[in-house]
Nanobody, 115 residues
Framework: QVQLVESGGGLVRPGGSLRLSCTAS????????MEWHRQAPGKQRELVAS???????RYADFAEGRFLISRDITKNTVDLQMNSLQPDDSGVYYC?????????WGQGTQVTVSS
């Protein structure tokens, strides 16, 4: 069983930045992928960014150029640096990892972009 704990959400003004962090209970190399997803009220959950064990990082179109996903193998974390935030970026952000055939999700952290 993998535990994931997200942190770093909050309220930010349009144009501002936030850094989300997800701490895993196991070594990050045990995961095929580490990802961030988000869900806005009334909308489906969507992929934001993906960090595979091997290969290139991937971003949703709306995140390209504004968000950066990174991994720290010494801390077992995957972070999401979000810049130039807009109100449409508001929602609950979830960290998820795939290990074998199992997917694990964190509890989510709220991001609110508002003036």
């Amino acid at each position: 069983q993998v535990q994931l704990v997200e942190s770093g959400g909050g309220l930010v003004r349009p144009g501002g930045s936030l850094r989300l962090s997800c701490t895993a209970s196991q070594n990050v190399f045990s995961f095929e992928t580490m990802e961030w997803h988000r869900q806005a009220p009334g909308k489906q959950r969507e992929l934001v960014a993906s960090f595979p064990r091997w290969g290139s990082r991937r971003y949703a179109d709306f995140a390209e150029g504004r968000f950066l996903i990174s991994r720290d193998i010494t801390k077992n974390t995957v972070d999401l640096q979000m810049n130039s935030l807009q109100p449409d970026d508001s929602g609950v952000y979830y960290c998820t990892v795939r290990q074998g055939t199992s997917d694990y999700w964190g509890q989510g952290t709220q991001v609110t972009v508002s003036s």
